[in-house]
């Protein structure tokens, strides 16, 4: 489905582990691709096609919102794309994906504070 848009590095699909919807899709997904222009590509056909019956949510990892991902696209130096309609809270993350989570929102917060000292010495 997402293949036509550029080389695909890795698909990761969270699934429920426990509780009475263990084994059911949790709704979203994370696909890599090998550059950021695929990655673009492929939120701009994808986003809003309807796949079983429900319109896509596409987003790039790397936007900041109120649902930022964890995944690191940074690894194989590609760009992740989350797909689904559900965000992910820390408690439906892996330990290391929590780590990751958390290590991009300090280096958002420490580039931030970084610009906002730069506009006060101004």
């Known amino acids: 489905m997402f293949s036509p848009y550029g080389k695909i590095i890795s698909e990761d699909f969270l699934w429920h582990t426990r ?3 263990r084994g059911e899709p949790r709704g979203f997904a994370f696909i890599q691709y090998s550059t950021k222009e695929e990655a673009k590509l492929a939120k701009e056909k994808m986003h809003g096609r309807l796949a079983c019956g429900r ?6 990892s790397s936007e900041r919102d109120s649902e930022e991902t964890a995944q690191n696209a940074s690894k194989a130096g590609g760009e992740a794309v989350k797909i689904g309609g559900a ?16 290590k991009n ?18």
Do not use: W, Y
């Not at 319109?55 to 790039?60: E, F, G, M, S």
């Not at 965000?87 to 958390?102: C, E, H, P």
């Open 55 to 60: 319109p896509l949510v596409v987003r790039l």
């Open 105 to 122: 929102k300090l280096k958002a917060l420490d580039e931030e504070r970084g610009s906002a000292k730069k506009q006060k010495a101004s």
């Open 87 to 102: 965000g992910s809270t820390l408690g439906q993350m892996s330990r290391s994906a929590k780590i990751a989570a958390i």
């Open 19 to 21: 509780g009475p919807k």
